[in-house]
């Protein structure tokens, strides 16, 4: 059979006519070399895993169970293990087992009745022993006596403990974390994100101070439906109050108490807790399917109701506007609602040049560099409020600037912002300076006087803002998610 290539070119080129093998192997060397040196830098560092397997079938038929894959590692010469985890568990949820179905434990205990163990000819009936220490070896007692024995491990997604959360697998006790993996610690953030850095939320949190000028309901705050993590709580003699969106109260309603304990409320289980000293709270963990209304019972003067929640972001601007219609104060010093003619707003250099001229830009010296990334995620971690704000308008004195700013979009704060803020820099001539009618990504500080009577926006001299840009913007949504915990 002829394995020489018939055109005549080729000869001149590859060697004279030989055995396809003498072609192919130096091609095949090449190609190796190159994989083993090119791409995984000289066969260095750990090997490749395969894609997983395919999930196994569930460990029991009924009730829960786990169920496993598992992928290898592909290693060249020279090169150390995978990094990771060779088999992956998951817990699967099956229907419930029928009454009187005999506990996986039970069973895998109950295989050794009547045969001889123990290295004598006596047999026992086994029923398991729970007082073991490790959970995940099978512990069965001796009916009838006074001893129990280890027979190694139980099978993989035995429960640890009857009516517990954790599973056995391969002789430890694992729980499923949100994502359904065992062993994986991976929570639940504010937010209900599985894994998530609570940014798709936005905290809020206040006390509410204001006296009542009569004794009766007054309103505290609305608690907007997709509310999660709820926590209220006050000390006087005063009591909460909640009401459901059909206008019912849900407990301590028409000037009658409610007992202490959970009620529904809202697709959510509301715990209240009432003290032997005057002291109330309410707890849930939401989400709220309606709003709620949170009001307090006056019959004393109120000393302060603290109240925090979490909301979707895009609940967070309604939210605002409802509480700033029903006049419930959420700052002070508070900028105008009403919006002034814009010369008098902006204070530009030609609106009041007698001003501005002894404070010109340039008489303002050079500031600190504040560019990159470590300052970046320092000001945004160490900050109270991170937020793209156009500049509506700046005040300069001798002591601090004062900025009148629009809030555009929230990336964290601590505690509800107002479309419209004041931010307080210090000194005349701030750092980095801002321009009237631009638009920044500001962090912030909070800043309560001792008495608490004036409550400001800081930014710190030689803080963090920036001109917003698309860019700056994923850069602030990645520091976001480096913020030590
Ligand atoms: C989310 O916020 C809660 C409460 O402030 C905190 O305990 C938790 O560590 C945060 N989670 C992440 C991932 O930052
Ligand atoms: C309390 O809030 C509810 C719901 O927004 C409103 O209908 C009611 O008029 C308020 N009551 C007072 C006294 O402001």
């Not at 697998?169 to 729980?175: D, I, K, P």
């Not at 002591?399 to 509800?416: G, M």
Request: charged residues 20%.
């Amino acid at each position: 059979m002829a394995v020489c290539p018939g055109p005549a070119d080729h000869r001149l080129l590859g060697p004279p006519c030989s055995p396809r093998a003498h072609v192919f192997l130096p091609l095949l060397f090449f190609l190796w070399t190159l994989l083993s040196c090119g791409l995984r830098g000289a066969a260095q560092g750990p090997g490749e895993w395969t894609p997983w397997g395919s999930w196994s079938r569930c460990s029991s038929s009924c009730g829960r169970g786990v169920s496993v894959r598992s992928r290898r590692c592909v290693r060249l010469p020279g090169e150390e293990p995978c990094w990771g985890d060779s088999h992956e568990y998951r817990l699967c949820q099956l229907l419930d087992c029928p009454l009187g179905t005999m506990p996986f434990r039970d069973l895998q205990c109950a295989l050794y009745n009547g045969h001889p163990v123990l290295g004598t000819q006596n047999t026992y009936r086994w029923v398991p022993f729970h007082g073991a220490p490790n959970l995940c070896d099978l512990n069965c007692l001796a009916e009838g006596h006074a001893f129990y024995h280890s027979f190694g491990r139980v099978l993989d997604g035995t429960p640890c403990t009857p009516g517990a959360q954790g599973l056995c697998v391969a002789g430890r006790c694992l729980s499923a974390g949100c994502d359904g993996l065992l062993g994986s610690g991976t929570l639940e953030d504010r937010c209900g994100l599985c894994g998530g850095a609570n940014d798709s939320c936005l905290f809020v949190q206040r006390v509410f101070r204001d006296a009542g000028a009569f004794a009766g309901y007054w309103n505290v705050t609305l608690i907007p439906a997709g509310a999660r993590h709820i926590r209220v709580a006050q000390r006087s003699r005063n009591h909460l109050a909640l009401v459901a969106r059909d206008g019912r109260y849900v407990l301590n309603g028409d000037g009658a108490l409610s007992p202490p304990g959970t009620y529904e409320a809202a697709g959510t289980r509301v715990t209240y807790t009432r003290g032997a000293g005057p002291e109330e709270t309410l707890q849930a963990a939401g989400p709220t399917s309606q709003e709620l209304l949170l009001q307090v019972l006056l019959r004393e003067p109120n000393p302060g109701v603290h109240f925090e929640f979490w909301l979707p972001r895009e609940s967070y601007g309604p939210f605002q506007a409802r509480a700033q219609a029903l006049g419930w104060p959420l700052r002070q010093p508070q900028p105008r609602e009403v919006e002034p003619p814009r010369a008098e707003t902006v204070v530009a250099p030609e609106a009041s040049p007698a001003r501005v001229a002894s404070l010109a830009p340039d008489t303002c010296g050079p500031c600190p560099d504040s560019r990159g990334r470590a300052h970046r995620l320092l000001h945004y971690c160490g900050s109270d409020f991170v937020f793209q704000a156009r500049v509506l308008g700046r005040h300069r004195q001798a002591q601090e600037t004062r900025y009148e700013v629009r809030v555009l979009l929230i990336y964290k704060n601590r505690t509800p912002l107002r479309s419209r803020e004041y931010v307080w820099a210090p000194g005349p001539c701030p750092c980095p300076p801002l321009a009237p009618r631009r638009e920044y990504l500001l962090a912030a500080r909070r800043l309560v006087s001792p008495d608490g009577t004036q409550d400001r926006l800081l930014l710190p001299h030689a803080g963090y803002a920036r001109p917003w840009s698309p860019a700056e913007d994923s850069r602030v949504r990645l520091a976001a998610r480096r913020c030590p915990a």
